[in-house]
């Protein structure tokens, strides 16, 4: 059985600031898609080792339970198994809900490019200053 968490850095993948220049969106759009995507693998991935580790611990409960043991002990290793499984169970909707996220994320990323992109190569091809989003609805 192994367990063994790795240290991540602390780093926001996307920073939220007042840059929302189409460029600007886009980029922060993809960072945070792929970083979603990341966060998507690594807790299949953990669900994955939580089931593996809880079928593990129920083996060892009944390994326990056949060597004549406690049966306090056989007891508590199958609350172990058991509560490894319900944590999965929960880790499993946590990894659905990123997957959601990402796939919203990317969506976002494809409509704002389809709503501003033309604006944008417009707006920057030009050597004459342009008004910015939403001026004239003031």
Known sequence: ???????????????????????AVQAKLDKLGKAMDDATIELESLR???ETNAKQTDCLATDIENAGLDPKFVALTH???????????????LCDTAHETT??????RRTHSK????????????REKTPKPGFFTR
């Open 1 to 23: 059985m192994s367990s063994a968490l790795t240290p991540r850095s602390h780093t926001v993948p996307v920073v939220a600031d007042n840059d929302n220049r189409y460029k």
């Open 48 to 50: 994955r080792s939580m």
């Open 79 to 93: 609350n172990v198994a058991t509560a490894l499984d319900g944590a999965a169970r929960e880790v499993r909707g």
């Open 103 to 108: 796939d919203l994320t990317h969506r976002t």
């Open 115 to 126: 709503l501003y992109r033309a604006l944008d190569e417009i707006r920057s091809n030009r």
